[in-house]
Nanobody, 129 residues
Framework: QVKLVESGGGLVQAGGSLRLSCAAS????????KGWFRQVPGKEREYVAV???????YYADSVKGRFTISRDDAKDTVYLQMNSLKPEDTAVYYC???????????????????????WGQGTQVTVSS
């Protein structure tokens, strides 16, 4: 059984930085992709950044140039470095991983929430103006 645990959220002023971590218990080295998503009350969960097993990364336009996703396979951990934070980045951030049992047919598939089999419990990020 795979469990993902996020950490690193908190309250920060606009322009500040935070680094989120997502540690996996149970092996996720067969995952095709791992990602970070975020959700605010009343809205659907949205993709923030995804990293494929080969290292290719994808970013939502709203965070491109400010956020960086990375992975440490030895620690089975994925990170999200968030710089130049804005109030509109305020959300609960979730990490996710797929089971590795199938391959996607398109890039768009791995950017969607339905691709992922495992989810963390979420960590709150609040950016004050």
């Amino acid at each position: 059984q795979v469990k993902l645990v996020e950490s690193g959220g908190g309250l920060v002023q606009a322009g500040g930085s935070l680094r989120l971590s997502c540690a996996a218990s149970g092996r996720t080295d067969s995952s095709f992709a791992k990602g970070w998503f975020r959700q605010v009350p009343g809205k659907e969960r949205e993709y923030v950044a995804v990293i494929k097993s080969g290292g290719t990364t994808y970013y939502a336009d709203s965070v491109k140039g400010r956020f960086t996703i990375s992975r440490d396979d030895a620690k089975d951990t994925v990170y999200l470095q968030m710089n130049s934070l804005k109030p509109e980045d305020t959300a609960v951030y979730y990490c996710a991983a797929d089971s590795g049992w199938s391959l996607p047919v398109s890039t768009a598939q791995v950017l969607g929430v339905t691709w992922y089999d495992y989810w963390g419990q979420g960590t709150q990020v609040t950016v004050s103006s």
